[in-house]
């Protein structure tokens, strides 16, 4: 199972980037995914997750900016951000957890890590 990750880059305060993760490999179901992301010399911290049937949580400092969505049939989770600010320049990692088959259970996986870097 991996984990794609794609759609960092540098942007200015008040603009918006859209990033997308996409999971490949042997995959019987999805469960949850969603984002996290880790500033220079911080722990890495929850920006928001989305279960099978679509319920949202986003952490309280990204609320009503960032907007986290997937595509099922496509394997694939988005996190529209909105109105970003440089407190949120950080490496943004997906996250899934996966079942690779019937018999297995489900794991944690996650991708490569995409840096957001939100500056003037």
């Known amino acids: 199972v991996q984990l794609q990750a794609s759609g960092g880059g540098l942007v200015q305060p008040g603009g918006s980037l859209r990033l997308s993760c996409a999971a490949s490999?042997?995959?019987?179901?999805?469960?949850?995914m969603g984002w996290y992301r880790q500033a220079p010399g911080k722990q890495r911290e929850l920006v928001a997750t989305?279960?099978?049937?679509?319920?949202?949580n986003y952490a309280g400092s990204v609320k009503g900016r960032f907007t986290v969505s997937r595509d099922n049939a496509a394997k694939t989770v988005f996190l529209q951000m909105n109105s970003l600010k440089p407190e949120d320049t950080a490496v943004y990692y997906c996250?899934?957890?996966?079942?690779?088959?019937?018999?297995?259970?489900?794991?944690?996986?996650w991708g490569q890590g995409t840096l957001v870097t939100v500056s003037s």
């Open positions: 490999g042997s995959i019987f179901g999805i469960d949850s």
């Open positions: 989305i279960t099978s049937v679509k319920n949202t």
């Open positions: 996250n899934a957890v996966i079942k690779s088959s019937y018999l297995e259970p489900y794991k944690f996986y």
